[in-house]
C-alpha cells in the first residue's frame, strides 16, 4: 500500500486553523487512537495497522459539504451523505479506492440495503454501505464512541448500544434488530474499549 499523509489530504479543503478543521482532525485523531489501540489488543486478528491510521484519519473528510451548523460545516448537502461525499473525493481526487471504502461504511454499525430504502436515505444504492473488512469494521467500530459534539469524551458501549436501539424503534423497529447485531459483534470482535 502506498504511503499517504493524511494531514496533507485533509489540508487541502479545510484552512488549519478554522473551527471546522479542529473539529475533523479531533475527532479524527480520537477514532485513530482507539482503533490503533483496539488492533494491539487484537493479535489473533491481521490488522494493517497502517492503513487503520490513514483510513481513521480521514474516514470524515466528507463533512465539509454538509449542511451540520453544530460541528461548523455550512455545506448544502444531508449530513447523512458526509460518508458517500468523503469516499467521492477520496476516489476522484487521490485514487483511494479502499480508503473511500472506509469513509462509506463507517456510519452507525453500516447500512443495509433494507435500512437504507427503510430510511429513504439519500445515498446512491449502487455501493455497499456495511463494513466488510477488518479494518473497516474497525474503524466503524471505533467511530461508535466519539461523537464532534462533545470532542474527546468517550461513550461507553451501553451508551452506543442504546442510542442505536432507540433510533430504530423510533424509525424502524424490525430493522434494529440487524443494525444491533452488527455492533455487538464488533463488540465480539474488538472488545470492549473500557477493558482494555
Known amino acids: ?40 489488543h487484537c493479535p489473533h486478528l491481521e490488522i494493517d495497522r497502517n492503513f487503520v491510521y490513514q483510513a481513521a484519519m480521514l474516514h470524515d473528510i466528507g463533512i465539509i459539504y454538509t449542511d451540520a451548523p453544530g460541528i461548523a460545516c455550512y455545506g448544502r448537502e444531508p449530513y447523512i451523505r458526509h460518508g458517500y461525499l468523503g469516499a467521492r473525493l ?21 447500512v443495509s440495503d433494507a435500512e437504507r430504502l427503510a430510511l429513504r436515505l439519500p445515498i446512491p444504492s449502487n455501493r455497499s454501505y456495511l463494513p466488510e473488512t477488518i479494518e473497516e469494521q ?25 442510542k442505536m436501539e432507540s433510533f430504530w424503534q ?10 444491533l447485531a452488527r455492533l455487538d459483534g464488533m463488540l465480539q470482535l474488538f472488545g470492549d474499549p473500557d477493558d482494555i
Open 1 to 40: 500500500m502506498r504511503e499517504i499523509d493524511p494531514f496533507r489530504i485533509i489540508n487541502c479543503y479545510y484552512r488549519p486553523g478554522s473551527l471546522v478543521h479542529h473539529i475533523l482532525v479531533e475527532h479524527s485523531k480520537r477514532v485513530t487512537e482507539l482503533a490503533l489501540q483496539l488492533a494491539l
Open 90 to 110: 477520496l476516489r476522484e481526487d487521490w485514487g483511494l479506492e479502499a480508503h473511500a471504502r472506509v469513509c462509506e461504511r463507517h456510519t452507525g454499525s453500516g
Open 138 to 162: 474497525l474503524i466503524c467500530y471505533a467511530d461508535s464512541f466519539y461523537s464532534k459534539t462533545h470532542l474527546g469524551t468517550r461513550k461507553k458501549y451501553e451508551t452506543v448500544r442504546q
Open 170 to 179: 423510533l424509525r424502524a423497529p424490525h430493522l434494529g434488530a440487524e443494525a
